[in-house]
């Protein structure tokens, strides 16, 4: 087991306080964004040595199939295939979405070939992997996640119709056709041809951006779509004449109480708003922006790559195996993600078998013990534990409970003839109420 130093992104949207107070840390005074837990190479965790450190991923490229098992590296090859994040974000990052491992694979041959660097501003596909996700809310968190049906989005255009005509303003040309080509096809085809019109729309769309922006300025309309339109109005202020204003309210807005979970699938636009939370994804850095952002955004991968099949919200319920342990599995064989809570003095919960693990202490303190091994963990601190190290125990520290947080591999059902069958949940998904 190895204690980690973990670098913290510094993207715009970042909250200047959420991770530092988390970790507790000294805030370092610029926005952290994000902070990756985990062997990608884009930042990869330094495990800490009895001298000096060394790159995670080099650690377990030195030796694939003890450190991440024999089921991990038999289904996803000799790279820890999770990787964890805690997000904070203070302003909305950008409309986005993830390919499919197919796309993704594809895309990077090609940017490859094209001698593209990774770095370059139009580079789409900085790994070869797909990259569903999941995030588990540690306050409220705002989010915009995936289409909702066409009549919704008809519904709430209508309305910013009638409120142009009550209030004497121009009505703009995009919003009545928007609604005419809602109103006239069925899913996902009248809401790809929305989403095209937008996405493509140049200065046009962005007028009518700009007038709707003026409009809720003087007055949001109390109902169901309140919520939506506010969130328009704000992305309006942070992004002028930006389409995805428009976008915004075609999606699903959704509100996360803490404890509250989401997944992500591949084709999934979403636009995380506001919050602080445990995000868990196959370790790839591979987005596709549609929107709200200053950034790179190519319209036609962009088109290729988005679902237009409106969902429910796909809420992701826990399961409670036992006492202070939750267990999150989305339908992803790469990752779930656990909370543990216990008291001193409470019994120990293994990691899960064979499978490697990153740990996060998110309070109290906690120990780690293998046979051969005692790791101390702080608030903050985090570790990672190899697959041949198992059994590992994780307990409270002597005086304080912990809370911490487990990401491990979510293959166990994919293999139920390997181990025995693991106790958790299927995805639950129910709509949005
Ligand atoms: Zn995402």
Redesign the pocket.
């Known amino acids: 087991m190895y204690t980690l130093n973990n670098s913290i992104r510094d993207y715009a949207w970042g909250s200047k306080t959420l991770i530092a107070d988390f970790l507790g840390h000294p805030p370092s005074g610029a926005p952290e964004a994000e902070m990756w837990i985990g062997a990608h190479p884009g930042a990869p965790s330094e495990a800490i040595l009895d001298r000096g450190h060394i790159r995670l991923d080099k650690l377990i490229e030195a030796d694939p199939e003890g450190l991440l098992g024999p089921d991990s590296h038999a289904a996803f090859g000799s790279t820890l295939p999770f990787l964890m994040k805690v997000l904070a974000a203070e302003s909305p990052?950008s409309l986005?979405?993830?390919p499919t491992r197919e796309q993704a694979a594809a895309g990077f041959a090609a940017e490859e070939a094209l001698g593209l660097p990774k770095e370059a501003q139009t580079r789409n596909y900085k790994d070869p992997n797909h990259?569903p996700?999941m995030i588990l809310a540690l306050t409220d968190f705002e989010a915009l996640c995936g289409f909702r049906p066409a009549s919704e989005t008809k519904a709430i255009f209508d309305a910013l119709v009638t409120l142009f005509r009550e209030t004497g303003a121009e009505i703009p040309e995009v919003l009545q056709e928007a609604t005419s080509t809602l109103a006239g096809a069925d899913d996902p085809s009248a809401i790809r041809q929305t989403f095209t019109g937008l996405i493509r729309g140049g200065d046009e769309v962005s007028c009518a951006v700009d007038a709707v922006a003026a409009l809720l300025g003087s007055t949001i309309p109390e109902g169901p779509y309140t919520a939506a339109l506010k969130t328009a109005l704000d992305l309006s202020e942070a992004y002028p004449r930006d389409p995805g204003v428009l976008i915004s309210l075609m999606l699903n807005r959704v509100s996360l109480r803490p404890g509250e979970a989401v997944y992500?699938p591949a084709g999934n636009i979403?636009a995380?708003l506001h919050g602080l939370g445990i995000e868990v994804?196959a370790s790839s850095d591979n987005?596709l922006r549609g929107g709200l952002t200053a950034k790179h955004i190519d319209v036609d991968e962009l088109l290729r790559t988005v679902d237009f099949t409106p969902l429910p919200v796909p809420r992701l319920a826990a399961a409670s195996p036992a006492e202070g342990q939750r267990i999150w599995q989305p339908p992803f064989d790469e990752f779930q993600l656990q909370r543990i809570e216990l008291e001193p003095g409470a019994p120990n919960i293994d990691l899960p078998a064979g499978l490697p693990a990153l740990v996060l202490v998110a309070s109290g303190s906690g120990v780690l013990e293998t046979s051969l091994q005692t790791l101390e963990l702080g608030k903050g601190d985090s570790a990672f534990a190899g697959a041949h190290e198992s059994p590992v125990r994780l307990r409270a520290g002597s005086t304080e409970p912990l809370v911490a947080f487990v990401a491990t591999t979510g293959i166990q059902e994919a293999m139920p003839h390997r181990r025995p069958a693991h106790p958790m949940t299927k995805a639950v998904t129910t709509p949005q109420a």
């Open positions: 990052l986005q979405v993830h990259k996700e992500l979403h995380y994804m987005v």
